[in-house]
């Protein structure tokens, strides 16, 4: 059981260290970019997020969001034979996600909101269980994320987690109280990071 821990552990850091050297090797790519901004670079019947996702996913461009998410030609991990391993990983990203969406800035910069949503589009891609990243990515298609305030990204994590348990049959989960319940007292609420010996 240790193991299976310690592998999952390695997993999960080893998926978070991936994620964040893709976004920073993107930060230029990303910044200054805000996804609801992209109007002039879509098609007005398609999502506001089609401009965004080509530059993340590797399309084309304009060529049509339906197109982009065409099968899971996106996903880069296999499917996930082990049940327990793939309800282990369940349960401790979607406890990370709310832990992140907690201690997220209740008036965050635009930067801020970029990041959190390109963190989010990149973990559809390459989360460890394909089939469980092929939902989450049709889940973003149809419900792009909503981070412009730390209430707005735990109610929209709170409704997709909840999408998920109607699916899987588990007990619905109250909304109005996910920021308690994931409040996890890690340090001061609502102050951002400064390295030590950095001016205020």
Wanted: aromatic share 10%.
């Amino acid at each position: 059981m240790l193991k299976i821990k310690s592998l999952l552990l390695t997993l999960a850091l080893a998926c978070i260290a991936l994620i964040s050297l893709t976004a920073y090797n993107y930060r230029n790519e990303f910044q200054n970019r805000d996804i609801t901004n992209l109007a002039n670079e879509r098609d007005a019947s398609v999502d506001n997020n089609s401009g965004f996702f080509p530059n993340l996913f590797g399309g084309s461009g304009s060529d049509g969001f339906d197109s982009l998410w065409a099968g899971d030609s996106h996903v880069v991990m296999g499917k996930l034979g082990n049940e327990t391993l793939r309800a282990q990983l369940g349960r401790r990203t979607w406890y990370l996600l709310h832990v992140m969406a907690s201690r997220y800035p209740t008036e965050p910069t635009k930067d801020e909101v970029s990041a959190m949503k390109n963190f989010l589009f990149l973990m559809s891609r390459l989360y460890p269980c394909g089939d469980c990243a092929h939902h989450f990515q049709q889940h973003l298609k149809k419900h792009p994320p909503v981070a412009s305030s730390r209430d707005e990204l735990e109610q929209y994590l709170c409704s997709m987690h909840n999408t998920v348990n109607k699916v899987l049959k588990k007990p619905i989960f109250d909304c109005a109280t996910v920021h308690d319940n994931y409040d996890c007292g890690c340090g001061p609420d609502n102050v951002r990071y400064k390295p030590d010996g950095a001016k205020s």
